[in-house]
């Protein structure tokens, strides 16, 4: 094993252990802080500073984004002006491992004055930001992954894990939602699944068809053409089947003496699978995974109006 690997697993077993810790050290504080951030009506503010204000700006976007309205404020802009936006309903959560972080200390007047409910975050229950605040979640590690023991490695990792947990209870005490979820992040997967809609990305008339009598190389055609992985048979403007290129790949197999002579209606899946407009993707992926296919019909009354595939939803 390099020397490199070995060191590696040093910082991740140190680091490791000091997510362990940190369990042991939850107390009633926790379920307090929670309560308090789920009965308030106004935001959950974040403020850290240099390492603590880092992780702190991917708290408040984890809770942002899972029904807690945050934002994170620098304490050094706090001070000299941003406290303007602090509501006396806010609960405001102050990151801090030595929990004596001047330019964090400096505002505890304020927020006492100002009526907010104060969550500390720091490695020590005996700090000036931890005996001021109405609420304590201890982060203290047993040591830094750090060499020196002083770049914050262990006792960042810790930070971010018990933020996390503040934001899962929160979620699951708000019983959050998927549909929710997806609202905040409608340019990512899950948003286009939950929120898009079938009309929204399936291929639209006109269509790659054939008649019942077609034979094979009019239905090879028409597949290619059409780019879609298959095609309808239809016959007076009434769709009688589909025909998918595996419905073909497995017809030369199994018919293999007269498949040259075989015609779409021997061909043809009759009462394919299909899906409204209006329904979400996510609901056409499930019925697709379902069924094990990987393209449905988009029927609105009793009219193919278009074909929606794996491939638009991914």
């Given amino acids: 094993m390099s020397t490199h690997i070995a060191e590696a697993k040093t910082v991740i077993q140190i680091e490791a252990a000091a997510i362990a810790h940190l369990a042991n050290q939850l107390d009633e504080n926790f379920s307090h802080a929670v309560n308090a951030i789920l009965d308030t009506k106004g935001r959950l503010i974040i403020c850290g500073m240099g390492k603590s204000g880092i992780i702190g700006k991917k708290i408040a976007a984890t809770m942002a984004s899972t029904g807690t309205p945050s934002f994170f404020m620098h304490p050094g802009e706090a001070y000299h002006g941003d406290l303007g936006m602090v509501k006396p309903e806010d609960v405001f959560l102050a990151i801090s491992n030595s929990g004596e972080t001047d330019e964090v200390i400096k505002l505890i007047p304020f927020l006492k004055d100002n009526g907010n409910c104060l ?27 750090c060499p020196l023991q002083l770049a914050p490695t262990s006792s960042t990792t810790a930070t971010l894990v018990m933020g996390d947990a503040l934001a899962v209870c929160l979620m699951k005490a708000r019983a959050f939602k998927p549909e929710e979820f997806a609202r905040f992040h409608p340019g990512g ?40 992985g298959l ?11 589909v025909i998918s290129d595996g419905d073909l790949r497995r017809a030369m197999i199994a018919k293999a003496e007269d498949f040259m002579h075989t015609t779409a209606q021997n061909l043809m899946t009759t009462n394919p699978k299909s899906i409204g407009p209006d329904a979400r993707l996510g609901e056409a992926e499930a019925m697709m995974a379902q069924y094990k296919i990987t393209a449905l019909l988009v029927q609105e009354q009793e009219k193919i109006i278009g074909v929606i595939e794996i491939y638009d939803i991914k």
Avoid: W, Y
């Avoid at 969550?119 to 992954?145: C, D, R, W, Y």
């Avoid at 899950?190 to 009598?213: D, I, Y």
């Fill in 231 to 241: 095609c309808l048979v239809q016959e007076n403007n009434k769709t009688l089947g």
């Fill in 119 to 145: 969550i500390a975050m720091t490695g020590k229950p005996t700090s000036t930001l931890a005996t001021h605040a109405n609420f304590h979640l201890n982060i203290a590690v047993p040591q830094e992954a």
């Fill in 189 to 228: 997967n899950l948003g286009k699944k939950l929120l898009s809609r079938v009309r929204h990305v399936m291929k639209k008339p006109p269509l790659p068809s054939v008649t019942p009598n077609a034979g094979v190389t009019d239905i090879v055609s028409a597949i290619s053409h059409g780019r879609i």
